[in-house]
T-cell receptor
C-alpha cells in the first residue's frame, strides 16, 4: 500500500539558512499534519491543512510557514534556522477517518 | 490541558511472552480517540491500534490489544506472543476535536530472545 512520502530524508543546513521540507500524502488523503520530534522527545504538533486551508496550529515558530497545494502535497518552509531546529520532522496524512493519522518516514534536519 | 502520561520509561520481555504498557490521560471531554504508535530504530512512526472513547469494547489488532478504562482514564497496550521485531519505542497518543495528536513520553520496549 502507498505510504506518505517525505523528501528529502536527510538535510544538513547551517545557522540562518533556509530549508524546505516536502510531503506527499497517501493518495485520496485530504489532510496533512506536520510534527517535530527532538532528540529523545515525543513528537510535537506544528500545523495541519485540510483541503488546502490551514486547519489547526500548534507550537510552530513564526520563522516557519507551511502550505498545502492543489495536488494535496504540502511544504514546510523554515527560515533563519537555529541549532535548536535540529530534529526529525514528520508529515502525516488522513482521509475519511480524520483521527487516524499515518506518518511518513520523516526528514532528519541537522543545523550546524 | 490534555496530557498523556506513560509511567514506564523502559520495559523488557522475553520472546513469546506477554507484556503490558501503561498509559493514562487527562481530559474533560467525553468524545476523543486514543492510539498506540510504535517507533522502531528506523524512527518510522507506525500506528498500532486505535480506540474510540464512545466504544466500550476494547480494540484488538492481531497480537495487540488494549484495556480501555474510561472512568479511570487508562489505556494500556497488551502485546501477546512478543517478537523480536516488537522492540521499539511505544507512544500512547490522544486526540479530541482538533488535529493535534498529543503524545506521551514513550516506553522503550526491549524484546529478548
Amino acid at each position: 500500500a502507498a505510504g506518505v512520502i517525505q523528501s528529502p530524508r536527510h538535510l544538513i543546513k547551517e545557522k540562518r539558512e533556509t530549508a524546505t521540507l516536502k510531503c506527499y500524502p497517501i493518495p485520496r488523503h485530504d489532510t496533512v499534519y506536520w510534527y517535530q520530534q527532538g532528540p529523545g522527545q515525543d513528537p510535537q504538533f506544528l500545523i495541519s491543512f485540510y483541503e488546502k486551508m490551514q486547519s489547526d496550529k500548534g507550537s510552530i515558530p513564526d520563522r516557519f510557514s507551511a502550505q498545502q497545494f492543489s495536488d494535496y502535497h504540502s511544504e514546510l518552509n523554515m527560515s533563519s534556522l537555529e541549532l535548536g531546529d535540529s530534529a526529525l520532522y514528520f508529515c502525516a496524512s488522513s482521509a475519511n477517518r480524520p483521527y487516524e493519522q499515518y506518518f511518513g518516514p520523516g526528514t532528519r534536519l541537522t543545523v550546524t | 490541558a490534555q496530557t498523556v502520561t506513560q509511567s514506564q520509561p523502559e520495559m523488557s520481555v522475553q520472546e513469546a511472552e506477554t507484556v503490558t504498557l501503561s498509559c493514562t490521560y487527562d481530559t474533560s471531554e467525553n468524545n476523543y480517540y486514543l492510539f498506540w504508535y510504535k517507533q522502531p530504530p528506523s524512527r518510522q512512526m507506525i500506528l498500532v491500534i486505535r480506540q474510540e472513547a464512545y466504544k466500550q469494547q476494547n480494540a484488538t489488532e492481531n497480537r495487540f490489544s488494549v484495556n480501555f478504562q474510561k472512568a479511570a482514564k487508562s489505556f494500556s497496550l497488551k502485546i501477546s506472543d512478543s517478537q523480536l521485531g516488537d522492540t521499539a519505542m511505544y507512544f500512547c497518543a490522544f486526540i479530541e476535536n482538533t488535529d493535534k495528536l498529543i503524545f506521551g513520553t514513550g516506553t522503550r520496549l526491549q524484546v529478548f530472545p
